[in-house]
């Protein structure tokens, strides 16, 4: 019996050892990759396309040869391209037998907030990503679902009402939408989602550099207290010549010190206009800050060699020869760069006020929409944090059978009718106001809100008293 004992502890500790070892491979071809808090890993650096157009099927392409494996995207209304990059992540699936899975995110656009309106929101985006998409031979699917579907900003209001719709579409269709986050959120709308019981976002995608880091302190510490994982946008300060070919001093002389064989070697380009070869440039010193304060990142670029050259000393993927990952920012640099702001106007630290007055973080006003007055969750066990069933049978003028709004979708060609779903009263409602050119969805004018006159919106009477 004893002996018996004995030969079992041996063979469970074998196992473990064993299970041990194959866990620690696994991690060890995922180091590249964050572990959200809804338990899915998403890699950490991506490629974002933003307007990249008909650029969009070889940027894809190219940065995927290369080992990214994050695409990030957006609906259609706002980037134009989820069609192709469905088609360049498919293709790429089919001709490279790939059995690593490509991470893709895509956003729900602001004219699209409301709890039936962001679930059809939602089925077009599926549909466009997945139109050119052929039977998939590693994934034995023929579809490509979305692995992050983030609210793309708070501008568009009724923040507890869509939130709920991303709740409900991926505890009823979890797999075709994995991991839900928000893009573009402050702290007061967080709160409110939190404030409201929700499950929090896993993920937070907003504009960061060193020029905004001490500014948004409070929100960085915020979102690491409930385990929000920051996304940067804005990583190469968008491009802009005079941060990336001609840099501010202090951006510069941190450059320099990684460049040991001479000074004018840190710019992007060279006199010539060509890219310097086998060099640390600005762009390699932000995408690198970015890491080391555990950020995920998603460098935009629509050319080939700059996609190539953005992820020099990032390990895409662990022992690849090509991704030599030796160079890191020293404390003190790092220390430099995170206060480089404070020596900045605050008007000028913020690049996409300036180039597009898009400052949602700070300016977008709060507005929770509907379902925030249905019952509160918070006396709900961890099982049943949100009993979405239960909210739906109180929205009965929002169908959400998806093949309701596919059919729909064929029918009228490419987009959409927002006239589905019962009720039509209704939901006419909430559309109708997007027609007004005057005012948007929550009726007030367009032009205060931009102007940030307008920095909170009472909730909606009638839906006050209709509950
Ligand atoms: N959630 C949001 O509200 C939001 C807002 C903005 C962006 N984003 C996301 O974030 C991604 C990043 O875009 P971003 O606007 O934030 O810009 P970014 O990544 O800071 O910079 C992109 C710009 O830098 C240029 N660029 C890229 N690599 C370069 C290099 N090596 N040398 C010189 N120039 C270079 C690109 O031009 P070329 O394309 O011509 O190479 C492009 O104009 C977007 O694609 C999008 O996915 C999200």
Known sequence: MRSLQQHTKFWLWILLVVSASVIRGQEGSDASKIVLNDGNPMPQV???VALTADK?????????????????????????????????????????HLSEKVFITTKLWDADHGFGNTIRAFWRSYRELNKFVATNTTTKSSNIPIDLYLVHSPYGGRLVETWDALLWLQKHHSDKVTSIGVSNFGIEHLEVLRVAGRPMPVVNQIEMHPLVYQQRRDLLDYCHKHHIQIQAFGSLMHGY??????????????????????????????????????????????????????????????????????????????????????FVLSESDMKLLDEWGDHVPYEDRNIYKTDWNWNPIDEAPIHRGNTQYWPDYKGIGLEEQYDLDRLIQKLPMYSLDENEYWDEYWENGEHLEYHSGGDDDDDHMYRSE??????????????????????????????????
Do not use: M
């Open 56 to 96: 969009t099927y070889e940027a894809v392409s190219h940065a995927l040869d290369l080992g990214y494996r994050l695409i990030d995207t957006a609906a259609e209304e706002s980037y134009g391209n989820e069609d192709q990059v469905g088609k360049a992540v498919s293709d790429y699936y089919q001709q490279n």
């Open 434 to 467: 997007y027609d007004d050119d005057d005012e948007n969805h929550h009726g007030y004018d367009e032009e205060d809100w931009r102007n940030g006159e307008i920095d909170y919106v009472e909730e909606d009477e009638d839906l006050n008293e209709e509950l």
């Open 241 to 326: 010549p005079h941060f990336l070919d001609d840099p501010p001093p202090v951006l510069r002389a941190i450059t320099e010190r990684y460049n040991p064989d001479g000074k004018e070697r840190y710019r992007v380009h060279n006199k010539d206009n060509e890219k310097t070869a086998a060099t640390v440039t600005v762009v390699h010193v932000l995408l690198q800050w970015a890491l080391q304060h555990d950020f995920a990142i998603i460098p935009k670029s629509s050319k080939p060699k700059r996609i190539t050259e953005n992820v020099r000393y990032i390990p895409l993927k662990p022992a690849t020869a090509t991704s030599p990952a030796d």
């Open 46 to 48: 991506g490629l974002g």
